[in-house]
């Protein structure tokens, strides 16, 4: 049974900083990427960071702020977040996803933030940032 356990979120105040964990399991890390992606209420769900063979690939509005990281055992991806904004508040969630479905010629780009590449999701953590 696949299982993404998220970690971390909370609330801070603009400027702060946040640091999110997610451990996978039931899947084989090593075919499989991971990312985040957060939803804000009346927004779609959109792609924040993603990482795959170490590659990485994230959206322009946190370039520079956030930063996702991948444990040796590639089961397990952290996003520490820096100068949070308002605009930052939203439920994030950790997902993965076959490397087949999401490496395009085996390297990442902008395509791996697309949530419908991804298979399997967590149950998501709460990020709210107050100005």
């Known amino acids: 049974q696949v299982q993404l356990v998220e970690s971390g979120g909370g609330s801070v105040r603009a400027g702060g900083s946040l640091r999110l964990s997610c451990t996978g399991s039931?899947?084989?890390?090593?075919?499989?990427?991971m990312g985040w992606f957060r939803q804000a209420p009346g927004k779609e769900r959109e792609g924040v960071a993603v990482?795959?063979?170490?590659?990485?690939a994230s959206a322009d509005s946190v370039k520079g702020r956030f930063t996702i990281s991948q444990d040796n055992d590639e089961n397990t991806v952290s996003l520490q977040m820096n100068s949070l904004k308002p605009e930052d508040t939203a439920m994030y969630y950790c997902?993965?996803?076959?490397?087949?479905?999401?490496?395009?010629?085996?390297?990442?780009?902008?395509?791996?933030?697309?949530?419908?590449?991804?298979?399997?999701w967590g149950q998501g953590t709460q990020v709210t940032v107050s100005s």
């Open positions: 990482i795959c063979a170490r590659s990485t």
């Open positions: 039931g899947y084989t890390g090593s075919s499989y990427c």
């Open positions: 997902a993965a996803g076959p490397m087949t479905a999401i490496l395009g010629l085996g390297v990442m780009t902008s395509l791996g933030l697309q949530p419908g590449r991804y298979r399997y």
